[in-house]
Structures are given as structure tokens and as C-alpha cells.
């Protein structure tokens, strides 16, 4: 067996100091192999994107440790963490906060793509082979953000994380502010992208719809800790744990009882 692609050993994140303070996560492990889609699920306000962002070196965990491909990531100055950048990308819920509104999302993409190192010549190529892959008319990448559509920005959006070419996809929501119709199409992109590339995915996302289409594993998560954590078949098939049960009855009766927070 290959050695994990990330590890998290008891991470724990507090917000604020004394009586006010708020421990939104308390205490996850987990350990995520390649190729796998970790999907998070829970409440608002159960610690889900405070953990995506710990994975990211978004934000730094109060204790515990993050380990990517073999290493120890979470004390690293920026500086020694840059290689990794490369390995672990981000999509969020709302692409346009991957771009610059008065910029091409070309520009926007390129600037990015030599932010990671890679050299100018050859990134034009490079960037309409991007479009491509996520099914995309290069032709619209000479476009402002403001003018392709929020399903097309969200799949340049997922191009952009794809030019540094990451092993690891933390993905937070991302597909929360789309159509209905444009979900089932991004997470077939998503789906079709994890084999092609041999991606893996830590999959936030408080539609149930969306973590049975693609999550290999399922975490349930309340107030920072996860409950219940196992093969998504079973946790979702036959959850142990009476709030997995809650969720999944609220979710079958329609009922957006997970619904994610905005505009943080
Ligand atoms: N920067 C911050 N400062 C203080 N408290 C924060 C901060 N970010 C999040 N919190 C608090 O931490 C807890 C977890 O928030 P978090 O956003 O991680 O949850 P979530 O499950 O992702 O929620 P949602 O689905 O609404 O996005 C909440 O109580 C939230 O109010």
C-alpha cells in the first residue's frame, strides 16, 4: 500500500480566547489514501470549511498536526510550504473569488499558473488545453469573469486549481451557487477529472445529492467533531449514528436542514 496522501492527527481549532471562545474543530483524524473522495457533511456551523482551511494552510490549526504526502505540512514557514501549493488546490463555493473582475479569466489563470513556478512560454497552450479538459471553448477564456455564466466560471475556476497540477482537490461547496441543472454537470466534470487525473477530493458539501454521487468515504460532522466516519455506501446506507440519521431524514424530506452559510 502507497504511503497515505494526507493525514490529520487530532486537529483541533479554537477561534477567540476564554469564555467566548468557539472550538470549531475538536479533535478530527483522519487518513485519506489516493484516489479517494472524502465527503464532509454537517450543519452549519459544525467546523467544515475551518477544516478545509487548516488542510489548506489557510489557517493554522490551534493543535494537531496536518501531514501531506508523507510530511508534516502545518508548521512549515509559507515559504517552505510553496512546494506543496502545488499538491493541495482549493474550489469554493462562490468562482468568483478565484478571479479578478477586471481581468480576462485568461489573465487570471496565467497569472496564477506563473505564480506556481511554471514558465510564461508555453503557458497559452497550456491554459487552452485547461479549458479543454473541463469541457470548456477556449474562446471563453478571453471573457470577463462577469460574462460567462456562474456554471462555466465554477469549471474555470476548477481550471485554474488544475494548471498547478494538484494531487489533492479540497473542494468547499463547489457547487452550492449553481442551478440544479449545472450540479449533476459539474460533478460528472468532477467525477471524470478525479480518474483522468488521478485526483483525490476532500468533498465539503451540505447536499446529500452530492456526497452519494461521489463520495467514496463520508465523515458526519457537529459542533467540530466527526460522529461518524466510514465507506459512504454504509455511513449513508446505514448510518450507526443517531445524527447521520437526522441528516439523511431531513435530506429525503427535502428539507435543507444543512444549509451552508454565505458570504464569509
Ligand atoms: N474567522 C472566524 N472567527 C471566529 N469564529 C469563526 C471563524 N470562522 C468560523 N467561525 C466559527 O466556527 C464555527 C465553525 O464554522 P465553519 O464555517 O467552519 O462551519 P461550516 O460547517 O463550514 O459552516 P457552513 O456550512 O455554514 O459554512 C462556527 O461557530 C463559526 O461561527
Do not use: N
Request: proline content about 5%.
Amino acid at each position: 500500500m502507497t504511503a497515505p496522501l494526507l493525514q490529520a492527527r487530532h486537529l483541533v481549532k479554537r477561534y477567540g480566547r476564554g469564555a467566548r471562545s468557539v472550538v470549531a474543530v475538536d479533535g478530527v483524524d483522519f487518513t485519506l489514501h489516493r484516489g479517494e473522495i472524502l465527503g464532509i457533511v454537517g450543519e452549519s456551523g459544525s467546523g467544515k470549511s475551518t477544516l478545509g482551511r487548516i488542510l489548506l494552510k489557510l489557517t493554522a490549526p490551534t493543535s494537531g498536526e496536518v501531514w501531506l504526502d508523507g510530511s508534516r505540512v502545518d508548521r512549515l514557514s509559507e515559504r517552505a510550504f510553496r512546494p506543496y501549493r502545488r499538491t493541495i488546490q482549493a474550489v469554493f463555493q462562490q468562482p468568483q473569488a478565484a478571479f479578478d473582475p477586471r481581468w480576462t479569466v485568461r489573465r487570471s489563470i496565467e497569472e496564477f499558473h506563473l505564480l506556481r513556478g511554471e514558465p510564461r512560454s508555453g503557458a497559452a497552450a497550456t491554459i487552452e488545453a485547461l479549458a479543454r479538459e473541463v469541457r470548456l471553448d477556449p474562446a471563453l477564456l478571453d471573457r470577463l469573469p462577469g460574462q460567462v455564466s456562474g456554471g462555466q466560471l465554477q469549471r474555470l475556476s476548477i481550471a485554474r486549481a488544475l494548471a498547478a497540477r494538484p494531487a489533492l482537490l479540497v473542494l468547499d461547496e463547489p457547487t452550492s451557487a449553481l442551478d440544479v441543472s449545472i450540479r449533476a454537470q459539474i460533478v460528472r466534470l468532477l467525477l471524470a477529472l478525479r480518474d483522468e487525473e488521478r485526483l483525490t477530493y476532500v468533498l465539503i458539501s451540505h447536499d446529500m445529492e452530492v456526497i452519494r454521487a461521489m463520495a467514496t468515504r463520508v465523515a458526519v460532522m457537529r459542533h467540530g467533531v466527526w460522529v461518524e466516519e466510514g465507506p459512504a455506501e454504509r455511513v449513508l446506507g446505514a448510518p450507526a449514528h443517531p445524527y447521520t440519521k437526522k441528516l439523511l431524514a431531513a435530506a429525503d424530506a427535502g428539507m435543507d436542514l444543512i444549509r451552508p452559510g454565505r458570504g464569509r
